[in-house]
């Protein structure tokens, strides 16, 4: 144990140690310039200056517009153009639908298909965005038996007589 305190104490005696760095002139031997060092003054600041240097190129590469030459990252112009387009794109699909529409419809006016008072622009759009299937229209028997039922007690009631349906009198 006495071994590694000895290792310990050398090391921490070497990281601390003053050391001189010196500059001379080689012609006239004269000092230039002269410095007092430490191992560990040297370590920390080799260390702090790879980070800065890290950060400094990291924040070039990201804010300037030498991304564009990274692979993977695109030019801002690009995104913009790219966006625009896919609007305009957009925007002509729904353009053309009720083009399309409105052609198909004063086809049907000129052939006679279409009775000409019917004949709406705002009916046209409508029909260009959803069309729905005249089989979901159509009333279910239920739905036409509610019908009759609803039909024959307001005309009870318009009669004056007190309108009983089935249920009512199946419960008495």
Do not use: C
């Not at 990281?15 to 002139?25: D, G, P, S, V």
């Not at 990274?70 to 083009?99: C, F, V």
């Not at 036409?144 to 309108?163: C, D, S, T, Y």
């Amino acid at each position: 144990m006495s071994k590694k305190r000895l290792k310990r104490t050398k090391i921490k005696e070497n990281l601390f140690n003053k050391r001189r760095l010196i500059i001379l002139n080689e012609d006239t031997f004269e000092e230039t310039f002269s410095l007092k060092l430490t191992l560990m003054n040297v370590f920390v600041l080799a260390t702090l200056g790879a980070i800065v240097i890290t950060t400094v190129t990291t924040f070039i590469i990201a804010f300037t517009p030498l991304r564009e030459f990274i692979p993977g990252y695109s030019s801002s112009k690009l995104k913009k153009d790219a966006t625009e387009l896919a609007l305009k794109s957009d925007s002509l699909t729904i353009a053309l639908k009720k083009n399309e529409a409105y052609i198909i419809s004063i086809k049907k006016v000129l052939t006679g298909q279409l009775d000409y008072a019917k004949f709406n622009k705002d009916s046209i759009l409508a029909s260009s965005d959803a069309a729905v299937e005249p089989e979901l229209l159509k009333a279910s028997k239920e739905e036409l038996e509610l019908r009759k039922e609803v039909f024959k007690e307001e005309k009870n009631a318009q009669i004056g007589k007190n309108p009983v349906s089935k249920k009512e009198k199946s419960k008495k």
